[in-house]
């Protein structure tokens, strides 16, 4: 991975895990899912008025000269046909949706953003008017900001020069807004080219307000190639210019602290974002275990071992979802608190979500359990799994725990790797010999096999257990999918 990009990606992620992260969206963001960009958008515009789409550069004054001569009814209705296309949401858009951030800006009119937010289940606040920025949705999980105005009501889209010129008369509250956010959050620019007028005012008031003392901001963009220009000598001159260009642009965007991420091929936009989304998603470790028969542990080892398993993921600064097992719930979940609590800043909101599994109350307990069980683990994108029995209720037999069972299907389904510590015995030691014999299935760094082999040794120490398991989620931490 090139230094700039993890750099990067150090960065975001922590902006992330402090809820100081935003992204701002351009039009290359919703290209992939078929919407047009600003110069396929007006090629007809230009047509009606006898010019040429690949000539033209300054592509809002030709939208007000359409207006001029035509009127703003056409230009009305091309946005109403264009971004009102049946579209499905871009695995991007999945991505970015999934990600722990709670604001968003767009210059895009369509409704990408706010589908692929709702989608991944969140409760989403959207801004297109002034009025809406005076009100604010109850429990909001997002707010999307439109700074150009929203499909919904094409008549006031930002898009011609009136627009633009009139947009800090008619819309300066949202300049405002944007200007709080880039002073106090971390943004990642993605699809965008920075051409827009009202941005470059915006970042120009907050380089003049705080100079050096800037917060760092990140761009995707796309490293000019030979290959974007048809092949022939004449069009060298054509490569070399837009090389020069870009590098300057990038030196440009340098004065408002905004950092070029370059990448060779857009797909290596959506691998970053990928990359993203596991590294917080093994944040979070789900602890899936049950004791009823103590056997050869015996009460106090488990009990000690468990406490000590959840207090060593927390101070490796992870995050632990459980479902108060059986028999050792408490002990995890105790665990975990008090290593919460000794540091002063901390907060257990964050750190541990504890959700016991209801009993009573329903007939289809088996299928709420089962939405629980996918729900907790679908957080996380690593599952620890420990001990797992239960005594049968008519034979008192001791048996292996069908829930646990439940849980790994369910960890394999949502790509939440699997650690399951077989030393432990019970279910745990059955998932363990599932995993170990299949291993490049269910673990996607075959280098880990030697720890997971450890995990599984009876003879190992407790101590020593809980040292190769914190070692595979470091590890797992680090791995680049």
Not at 133 to 138: F, S
Not at 270 to 286: A, D, G, P, Q, S
Not at 392 to 412: C, K
Request: charged residues 30%; negative net charge; glycine residues 6%.
């Amino acid at each position: 991975m090139k230094a700039e990009i993890r750099d990067f990606v150090r960065t975001y992620v922590k902006a992330i895990k402090e809820s100081n992260a935003a992204l701002f969206a351009g039009a290359g963001l919703s290209k992939p899912a078929g919407f047009v960009n600003w110069k396929e958008l007006l090629s007809e515009v230009a047509e009606d008025l006898n010019l040429d789409i690949d000539k033209e550069t300054d592509l809002i004054s030709l939208a007000q000269f359409h207006v001029n001569e035509r009127g703003r009814g056409k230009i009305n209705q091309i946005l109403l046909e264009e971004f009102t296309k049946d579209s499905e949401i871009t695995e991007n858009h999945r991505i970015i949706s999934n990600l722990p951030i709670q604001t968003f800006w767009t210059t895009n009119y369509d409704t990408l953003i706010e589908d692929s937010l709702r989608a991944a289940g969140k409760r989403v606040d959207v801004k297109i008017r002034n009025s809406n920025l005076a009100v604010t949705l109850p429990n909001r999980q997002a707010t999307v900001y439109k700074m150009h105005g929203d499909i919904s009501l094409p008549d006031e889209a930002v898009i011609t020069k009136d627009d633009y010129e009139n947009y800090q008369h008619k819309r300066k509250p949202f300049t405002l807004a944007l200007q709080g956010d880039l002073i106090e959050k971390t943004f990642l620019f993605i699809g965008f080219s920075f051409d827009d007028p009202n941005l470059q005012y915006v970042l120009s008031r907050i380089r003049i307000l705080l100079g050096e003392s800037q917060r760092d901001h990140y761009c995707f963009m796309k490293k000019v190639s030979r290959s974007d220009f048809p092949k022939g000598n004449e069009h060298d001159d054509d490569y070399r210019y837009a090389v020069i260009r870009q590098e300057l642009q990038i030196k440009d965007l340098k004065r408002f602290r905004i950092q070029v991420i370059l990448v060779d091929d857009y797909s290596e936009i959506t691998e970053i974002l990928r990359y993203i989304e596991n590294k917080i998603r093994r944040l979070n470790v789900f602890i899936s275990g049950s004791v009823s028969d103590y056997g050869e542990w015996g009460e106090s080892r488990i009990f000690n071992f468990s406490t000590q398993l959840a207090k060593r993921l927390i101070s490796n600064d992870q995050n632990i979802i459980t479902g108060f097992g059986l028999g050792i719930g408490s002990c995890v979940i105790s665990g975990a608190l008090e290593e919460i609590y000794s540091n002063p800043r901390a907060t257990a909101e964050k750190r541990l979500l504890a959700r016991p599994f209801p009993q009573v109350g329903t007939s289809n307990l088996k299928e709420i359990w089962t939405r629980y069980r996918f729900d907790m683990i679908s957080r996380a994108g690593i599952s620890v799994f420990l001990f797992g029995n239960k005594i049968h209720p008519e034979t008192g037999i001791t048996i292996e725990a069908d829930g646990m069972i439940e849980e790994f299907n369910i960890s394999v389904q949502t790509g939440s790797i699997p650690v399951p510590i077989g030393a432990t015995g019970y279910t745990a030691r059955t998932i363990w010999n599932k995993v170990i014999e299949n291993f490049d299935d269910y673990v996607p760094d075959s280098s880990l096999k030697p720890l997971y082999e450890e995990i599984g040794n009876e003879n190992n120490t407790d101590e020593k257990i809980i040292d190769c398991v914190l070692e595979i989620v470091r590890r797992l931490d680090e791995y680049k999918y």
